[in-house]
């Protein structure tokens, strides 16, 4: 399924690279965005459009 996004569609981009500041989003829907030293979070979202 990977391959079937990144064919024709230029890829995966980082979530910031859309103007959506996830160091910000992520409280006010409260989710923790540092976990901790020594761990990595990662955050993903999906559009859609009618």
Partial sequence: MLNRLLE?????YATESYGI???Q???SV???YNNG???VTYF???F???
């Fill in 8 to 12: 024709g569609r230029g890829g995966l």
């Fill in 21 to 23: 500041l996830v160091m």
């Fill in 25 to 27: 989003l992520a409280p």
């Fill in 30 to 32: 409260g989710i923790r």
């Fill in 37 to 39: 030293p020594d761990k």
């Fill in 44 to 46: 993903s979202m999906v």
């Fill in 48 to 50: 859609f459009s009618e």
